[in-house]
């Protein structure tokens, strides 16, 4: 019995031998050292030209696209079937933070423009530091390749142009900013928990951003990126904005911004590279240039947004014709006859008891981005009549920019008409309006800008000794010049989506108040009997028969806090050194 | 008496099932290969060389060489020792020889040799033996299978036999008042007085028998010796349910195991939650956690398991019983066991079912009339406040429709549009409900097995397939699934056991290709309008570019095949060195690869007489994404196990290692413009910028464990876990981690104080256990955690399998560079480099009763469970960081629950029943520790408050005129203005406003607590009956009460905007001339109504009748008649029948993730054979 047991006890021995070496064996580092087979890790990254460029890419979606769609819904130009909650007083706080993050890291910044989807008022988005953050990290991490400086900097200038971008879009819808210059990480909590930057002192900054790219991005760029002329063309914008704002607003120090946007716009006239795109046809040759399939090598674009056949479409021809969109009475009253005169004084005006009527004798602008009769919808489908009462137009005055009779483009998703990120007009306008703020604008001045714009469309020139005040000017008591320079570029730039960005610089929120801009057409007894009865049966009118958009109201109110958005209140509850926006 | 069996094969014999089927004619040849080898094993020559060995050794020696089965007292063979030489002696021979001096004799039964004790007169036995009455008869099961094996001894004699195959016996005995007592392991014992004629004998499962065994990690355990909270379902519960998988036949049958159906469609896994275990994830919601799920062993996904190869399931609850798997176990275990063959004859059993299955609940739309009629009010509302409006229905939409609705065969269902005259404007009435679930799809499975063995060697193979056919008719989904399965065991020698399990699933999964692109996929359509037929007046499917019209894309674009196979080998080695010493080690292997082919194939869409409008542009251009799939899974366990007895003393130890690794591959590819559309093959294309995909990733873990059990005269019971891991997951200096637990028994029944009332208390004993276990899980990647379903690509992924690794992303931009769209290289997330494991830690006491002969038996368990150092994003941070912030290991949450079960089984006559009801709670988790939230914000994780709580307003009504609304500022929720109808908040601060504050705790303005989501009092009820040749069962399973707050379109008309298409709950909406109305006045978008609000919390409780079956098997005459050993036919109905306050829109089971794929109602007529 004994030996039974000892035997047992010797084999448990051996037991717990090899059970003790496993045991032991357990901690295999090299078994358990597992490391990504697929994915890239910072540390071997930033080694070449390569790296530096695709790193780079990321940041394009991001550019700004004049795409038409419910562009300037937030303004006096149009009244959407959907009425406007900004401007309507109905806006409310957002309560946190949209962003961008896709599984841990900065994917899409593709957030106003590419899919065809502004939604203006927006500040949970805007106040998104992910492309930000993206920039900052290049900044901290490029010198680790080992290639010429100038290479270097040429990604530099592409990544501080669209840090500058992205700031400034902030300082637009926030005023003062949290900015942030360099790479953080989640225990820099001074600049986390820090105050909100001022907005002058957020612009010097982007000003500062904006010149490096200037001074570093190509002439001839490599195919879609951006160069030294894009760079010019975000320089003079930006300090147009920054220049009118400071004015308007009384902060001061306008007259450095003021004149590097004319010193930008004049870099670019003077280059040669560019010019307005004219066939000769001043009939067609506005409305044909939003409709090209191909803007590369366009003599207008400075920078374009392109799409290819099966590569990369759009379907904003069709969103277009569905989108219940309208420029508002407001912005049709604002289109000059065809002699140069305003409506209230040309004696070739016919009035607006028709449509035809009041497309009569104008601007040649006005019958090529507003559908008139014989307006070729869809492959034929000719419009005789606005189509109210539908979801084609909510006013009567349908934008056509970018619309074409194209099956090919209608087809969802599948038009390949590109768009302008920089276009060359804009320029133009930039540098008139630069100068006659400086007080600096002479007759060459507006021969070579705003009378090149209506050469193109066969008006006459502006000529400033003949300039006369247009007794319902918007702009009671600005001196002519600017009044009728800033016409020239709410017609010319109609639906690109710059106009509320004007009316916040100009101090001019109050234009909002004014009740035509959220009337549409005269439908008079007369035309409404043209129409199949039951369609238009819901459309209200107001005494003198003007299409009443939102019958609950007569006009919108501007309130000043409208100027800026308000925080999302997490941001405020998270960081008490931010304060909200006044108003909000 | 204690019988004892040795023979491992034996022993599983008994614990298993038989099951009929009928197999391939290949398969059938395959195992005859198997079955010769087999037949050889009753030899007849026997060699030994023992000197001074015990008895019972021998005996087992003999049993090893010839197969035949030892049964006898284990007193008769205690302390005998023998001597023998002999080589290739005869089974007679040697049997003499051994016995010779000893006060035994033999008798053998087939191939069954029973010992006993020589009578003290031997001469009287024999005399008694001549006078002898012969009885006959046969012994069944309640389900009326023969049962062999069963012993069958004469009460105060001698005599004993055990049952043939077919469950027949024949003895002799002394006179006809002789008492005969039928004993088989896993059944209750019964008595009987001998009749004369064939006896007919039916011996009941019993569940709760003190000698049952049950699977627990690593090993078995009597059940009456367990200490931890554990819980088995064996097969029968299991069978004879038309269920798709084991998910479903799990569902309310072991009180506090979760299971959560993902939806009806064919293809779809449940999801497992044992007691409720909730975690919290980086997107600010909590996470319902998933067990380890080891299927014989190995990890396996239990919804590609065939039901009716499962022999039992158990689930460890404690952390103190699953402690034994350390890092993975942390939310529970979950055990299966698949059937074995047992030695006996070879056995071939075929069951098959015929199933017809429809949507239990389905949302029931508004008709066109009504719904013109409310989009219009609704516009009006929209005009008149300054909310949203748009272009309303035209008078003469109103006029057409109510024309077709009134008479559909005689007015159009569409006009030309005046603004565009190539366009319909829709005037229908298309209930598209259903159109897109019209009626009864079909479902069938069989199931075949072959199984048996003799002496050493026993095998079970099986086929089992299974076909569904999905609801959404249109859609024409087909998923079949192919289950072959082989499992061999042999003896090899008496030291060494060999075992070898194959299985395979393979599933062929073909549907639209349009649920992959999400368009013309969902399963419940909100946004089609009632006014759309499905076809144009000219014939073609209607849409026209402004809806997507399900049944065009079902028809017209193209398929999505999947494919997969799933290759599981395991190889396993038992050594037993010495006695009470076993050793086992087994390696598995497994192959998962999965072929998905998914191709769009682009159609027109038409306009007023088939003009051609546009391309439908969700399918443009034609195209073809490929992924094939590759992961290889290996792991190893190698584990000793001590197991001795020393007088009162029992003790077992164990100590093991594990180890995993997992290597994950993915290619895709997705290539557009086929050259023909309709053949989608990748390699034709007229892409000039395929796109092509990889994902590479794999995954380490060790763990070595230990466990020691010791039990003092079956009465105190003590067991011990300890368990070290490592992981790949972590970095080196946090990737290890110690999970200690232990738990103890009394067997309070078994005192001496007890002893008066035994008879009637036959068990009781509580317990107590505690245990911690860690868990590696990585948060924000959803619940699929283990190693389940690596083909969901979240779980592959590099975040997941690498978090403290940050990776840079790539893509595709959205913007031309050099004509292609330009390649990226994102910046990194951030992470953390120090967090590490999170840790759970449960205290368990727990109460198991027997009463009445085992007639009452069940349990009851209380838990307490905190998870601790759970990964969350440490602290909120400012927008202004520009990235996720990154988790580290800072929040703890608290939860605690009960379970209780109790089982009734008895007979009245020849009608037998049992009766279960399991019944559980879970509290609501409790976020003890949590500082991401410093401003406690009501929309984050609160220190201190419970998950799912629902904070909201108080309905005070509705305003009774549009003065009294705009008498108060609403602003904060809604900026249009308010109007009579619109519902009126209760100013709770009473600062005249109705608002959120700053939706903080301390202030939330105007909202309050008004409910939570966490489901209580979660209940399962079983009643089986049995009379005669009838057999009846039925399961009802539900809820008590779980606060349901609806936001759906379902719930709220033109709940998202004007799209949305109002139910016909919504129908009931405040109007001037409805003031008492359920609903408030309706609008596009009325986000001001639809706040949270105690009104519309619903109880989303319900009770539902799972399963109600009735089956006849055919009596054995009959059956014989046929050469069959056993035949049933059964009838099932199930989901049949649902009691909920719910709305009908409203599955109650699938309303909190509202919108997915019906769940299915179903009749099954089915068929179980043996041959």
Not at chain 1, 262 to 280: F, H, P, V
Not at chain 1, 390 to 399: A, D, K, L, N
Not at chain 2, 381 to 401: I, V
């Amino acid at each position: 019995m004994l030996k039974i047991t000892t035997m047992k006890n010797k084999y448990i021995l051996y037991i717990a031998c090899a059970a003790l070496s496993i045991v032991t064996s357990c901690k295999r580092e090299s078994f358990l050292n597992r490391s990504p087979l697929s994915d890239i890790t910072p540390g071997t990254y930033f080694k070449n030209e390569t790296d530096l460029q695709l790193y780079c890419n990321q940041y394009y979606p991001a550019l700004t696209v004049q795409n038409f769609l419910k562009l300037d819904d937030n303004s006096d130009d149009k009244a959407n079937a959907s009425i406007n909650s900004l401007l309507a007083g109905t806006y409310t706080v957002p309560s946190a933070a949209t962003h961008n993050y896709s599984g841990g890291t900065t994917l899409n910044f593709d957030s106003n423009n590419i899919s065809g989807n502004v939604n203006v008022n927006q500040s949970g988005t805007d106040w998104d530091f992910a492309l930000i953050r993206a920039c900052n990290f290049f900044l901290a991490n490029y010198q680790k390749a080992n290639i010429p400086d100038a290479t270097k900097n040429i990604y530099v200038g592409e990544t501080l142009f669209f840090r500058a971008n992205d700031f400034w879009k902030k300082v637009k819808a926030f005023g003062d900013v949290s900015y942030v210059n360099h790479y953080i990480v989640d225990s820099s909590k001074s600049v986390l928990y820090g105050p909100r930057m001022p907005h002058k002192q957020v612009m010097d900054s982007v000003l500062k951003d904006i010149n490096f790219a200037v001074n570093n991005l190509p002439v001839s760029p490599a195919d879609g990126r951006l160069g030294k002329y894009a760079a010019l063309a975000l320089k003079a914008r930006v300090c147009l904005w920054e220049g009118t704002y400071r004015k308007y607003f009384g902060v001061g120090d306008e007259a450095t911004y003021l004149q590097a946007a004319s010193d930008a716009a004049e870099q670019i006239m003077n280059s040669g590279l560019y010019k307005l795109y004219s066939t000769g046809n001043p009939q067609s040759d506005y409305y044909n240039l939003f409709i090209q399939d191909e803007l590369k090598g366009n003599s207008e674009a400075i920078l374009p947004m392109r799409y290819l056949q099966s590569v990369l479409m759009n379907g904003i021809d069709r969103s277009l014709g569905e989108a219940g969109d309208g420029y508002s009475k407001d912005f049709v009253n604002s289109i000059l006859c065809s002699d140069g005169l305003p409506t209230s004084l040309s004696p070739l005006y016919k009035g607006d008891d028709t449509p035809d009527d009041e497309a009569t004798n104008r601007d040649p602008r006005y019958k090529q981005q507003i559908a008139t009769r014989g307006f070729d919808f869809l492959a034929g489908d000719l419009i005789t009549l606005p189509r109210i009462g539908t979801t084609v137009t909510s006013t009567g005055y349908q934008p056509i920019k970018g619309r074409s009779n194209s099956l090919a483009a209608w087809n969802a998703n599948a038009s390949v008409y590109d768009f302008f990120i920089f276009r060359y007009a804009e320029v133009l306008l930039i540098e008139a309006e630069a100068k006659a703020e400086l007080g600096l604008a002479t007759q060459t001045i507006i021969d070579n800008t705003i009378n090149k714009l209506r050469d193109r469309v066969g008006m006459p020139h502006m000529i400033i000794a003949n300039l006369v005040k247009d007794p319902k000017s918007n702009f009671p008591s600005l001196p002519v010049l600017i009044d009728e320079i800033r016409r020239e570029r709410r017609v010319e730039l109609g639906a690109e989506g710059f106009r509320f960005d004007d009316i916040k610089r100009w101090h001019a929120g109050t234009l909002i108040n004014n009740p035509n801009t959220i009337l549409g057409m005269k439908l008079t007894p007369t035309l409404r009997a043209q129409y199949p009865a039951q369609q238009v049966s819901n459309i209200v009118v107001d005494a003198n028969n003007y299409i009443r958009l939102y019958p609950s109201i007569t006009n919108r109110t501007w309130n000043d806090k409208m100027y800026l958005l308000p925080i999302p209140t997490q941001e405020i509850s998270l960081n008490p050194n931010i304060k909200q926006n006044p108003g909000w | 008496m204690n019988l004892n069996a040795f023979s491992i094969a034996v022993y599983r014999q008994r614990l298993l099932k038989k099951i009929l089927l009928v197999m391939k004619l290949t398969t059938v040849i395959m195992f005859l290969g198997l079955l010769q080898c087999s037949a050889s094993a009753f030899s007849q020559k026997i060699s030994l060389n023992e000197i001074n060995t015990p008895l019972k050794k021998v005996l087992k020696s003999i049993n090893q060489q010839t197969g035949y089965v030892f049964f006898y007292d284990s007193k008769d063979v205690r302390n005998k020792n023998v001597s023998i030489t002999v080589k290739d002696a005869s089974l007679e021979d040697v049997l003499n020889t051994c016995l010779k001096n000893l006060q035994l004799t033999y008798k053998l039964v087939n191939n069954t040799i029973l010992l006993q004790e020589k009578d003290a007169v031997p001469a009287t036995t024999q005399a008694v033996a001549v006078v002898a009455v012969p009885v006959t008869g046969q012994v069944f099961d309640e389900k009326n299978n023969p049962l062999p094996g069963v012993t069958i001894k004469i009460k105060g004699g001698n005599g004993a036999v055990i049952t043939d195959v077919d469950g027949k016996f024949k003895l002799d005995v002394p006179d006809n008042k002789a008492i005969l007592v039928f004993s088989y392991i896993g059944f209750t014992t019964v008595e009987l007085p001998v009749s004369s004629g064939q006896m007919v004998v039916h011996l009941q499962t019993d569940l709760g028998k003190l000698s049952e065994v049950v699977v627990v990690g690593y090993g078995t355990q009597k059940k009456v010796n367990l200490t931890g909270s554990i819980a088995t379902v064996n097969s029968d519960k299991l069978e004879n349910r038309p269920v798709v998988n084991l998910g479903d036949a799990l569902q309310g049958l072991i009180p506090n195991l979760n299971v959560t159906l993902g939806g009806g469609q064919p293809g779809t896994a449940a999801t497992f939650n044992v007691r409720g275990g909730t975690t919290l994830n980086l997107s600010s919601q909590p996470v319902s956690t998933t067990p380890l799920v080891l299927v014989d062993g190995v990890a396996r996904d239990p919804n590609l398991i065939d039901p009716n190869d499962v022999a039992s399931v158990t689930v460890l609850k404690d952390a103190a019983s699953a402690a034994i798997y350390g890092g993975r176990a942390a939310n529970g275990v979950i055990l299966i066991t698949t059937k074995t063959g047992k030695a006996g004859p070879t056995r071939v059993s075929y069951s098959g079912s015929y199933t017809i299955s429809r949507p239990t609940r389905l949302v029931q739309q508004v008709n066109s009339m009504e719904y013109i009629k409310m989009f219009n009010e609704a516009n009006r509302t929209g005009l008149k406040s300054g909310g949203y409006s748009t272009t309303p229905f035209s008078e003469q939409d109103s006029t057409m429709a109510a024309a077709y609705f009134n008479a559909p065969n005689n007015n159009p269902t569409g006009y030309p549009d005046p603004a565009n005259p190539k366009r319909y404007r829709y005037v229908g009435n298309t209930d598209w409900t259903k159109v897109l679930y019209p009626g009864w799809a079909p479902q069938q499975q069989h199931n075949v097995s072959v199984s048996g063995g003799e002496g050493k060697t026993t095998f079970l193979g099986s086929l089992g397939y299974y076909r569904q056919d999905g609801l959404e008719k249109s859609a024409n989904q087909v998923y079949q699934r192919y289950t072959p399965t082989l499992k061999v065991n042999s003896d090899v020698a008496k030291w060494l056991t060999l075992g070898l399990n194959m299985s395979m699933t393979h599933t062929d999964n073909n549907q639209p290709a349009a649920t992959r692109i999400n368009q013309g996929g969902a399963w419940l359509y909100s946004n089609i309008p009632p006014v759309m037929p499905v076809y144009n007046p000219d014939g073609n499917f209607a849409g026209q570019g402004n809806y997507t019209n399900p049944l065009a894309v079902n028809a017209l674009s193209g398929r999505d095949i999947d494919s997969q196979n799933d290759f599981w080998t395991t190889g396993r080695v038992v050594i037993r060195p010495v006695d009470h010493v076993s050793v086992n080690v087994d390696y598995t292997w497994n192959a998962l690869n999965d072929n998905r082919k998914a191709n769009l194939i682009p159609f027109n869409e038409y306009g007023v007489n088939g003009t051609f409008l546009d391309i439908y542009p969700w399918t443009n251009p034609s195209q073809v994404i490929e992924n094939k799939t590759n992961n290889n899974y290996n792991a190893l366990n190698a584990f000793a196990t001590y197991e001795n007895t020393f007088g009162k003393h029992y003790l077992k130890a164990l100590v093991g290692y594990n180890q995993e690794y997992q290597h994950y591959m993915l290619g895709s590819t997705l290539v557009k413009n086929l050259i023909d559309p309709n053949l989608p093959s990748s390699g034709i294309n007229n892409d000039t910028q395929p796109q092509v995909g990889s994902v590479e990733t794999e995954y380490a873990l060790v763990g070595t464990f230990s466990r020691l059990n010791y039990i003092y005269d079956n009465k105190y019971l003590v067991e011990i876990n300890a368990r070290y891991d490592g992981t790949s997951r972590f970095q080196p200096n946090s990737r290890y981690s110690f999970s200690p637990s232990a738990s103890v028994g009394w067997n309070v029944a078994e005192e001496s104080f007890m002893e008066g009332i035994k008879g009637t208390l036959n068990q009781l004993k509580i317990r107590a256990s505690y245990g911690q276990l860690p868990n590696q899980l990585v948060p924000g990647v959803g619940s699929t955690g283990q190693m389940l379903n690596m083909l969901a690509s979240s779980v592959a992924s590099s975040a997941y399998q690498y978090p403290y690794i940050a990776v840079q992303q790539t893509g595709l931009v959205n913007y031309l560079l050099n004509g292609q769209q330009g390649i990226m290289v994102a910046s990194p997330g951030l992470v953390s480099s120090s967090f590490t494991w999170e840790k759970v830690q449960t205290k368990n006491l727990g109460l198991d009763y027997s009463l009445f002969n085992d007639k009452l038996n069940g349990s009851f368990d209380y838990f307490i469970t905190n998870i601790k150092d759970i990964l969350v994003p440490g602290q909120q941070l400012p927008s202004t960081l520009g990235a996720p912030v990154p988790p580290s290991n800072s929040a703890d949450v608290r939860s605690h629950g009960w379970e209780f079960s109790v089982n009734w089984r008895d007979k009245i006559n020849e009608l037998h029943y049992s009766l279960t009801l399991g019944l559980s709670n879970t509290s609501n988790t409790r976020v003890t520790k949590y500082s991401g939230n410093p401003t406690n914000s009501i929309n984050d994780f609160i220190q201190g408050q419970d998950l799912g709580n629902i904070y909201g307003y108080v309905n005070d009504g509705f305003y009774k005129t549009d003065a009294e609304a705009a008498a108060v500022d609403n602003s904060a929720l809604a900026g249009y203005k308010w109007l009579a109808g619109d519902i009126k908040y209760k100013d709770l601060n009473g600062d005249g406003k109705i608002n959120y504050g700053d939706n903080t705790l301390s202030n939330m303005g105007d909202k309050k607590l008004i409910g939570n989501t966490t489901p209580h009092y979660k209940f399962g009820f079983n009643l089986n009956l049995s009379y005669k040749n009838f057999d009846f069962a039925t399961f009802i399973q539900g809820v008590l009460k779980q606060d349901f707050y609806p936001n759906e379109y379902v719930f709220y008309a033109f709940r998202d905007d004007e799209y949305s298409i109002p139910s016909q709950m919504t129908t009931n909406y405040w109007t001037p001339t409805n003031t008492n109305a359920y609903y408030p006045r309706i609008r596009f978008s009325g986000g001001g109504n639809e706040q949270a609000q105690d009104k519309y919390i619903l109880n989303a409780g319900y009770a539902r009748i799972k399963q109600l079956t009735l089956g006849y098997s055919l009596p054995s005459a009959a059956v014989k008649s046929i050469k069959l050993q056993k035949l049933r036919v059964y009838v099932t109905g199930a989901n049949l029948f649902t009691i909920t306050s719910l709305n009908k829109s409203y599955d109650p089971e699938t309303a909190a993730s509202f919108g997915t794929y019906p769940l299915n109602k179903s009749l099954s007529f089915g068929v179980q054979a043996t041959f």
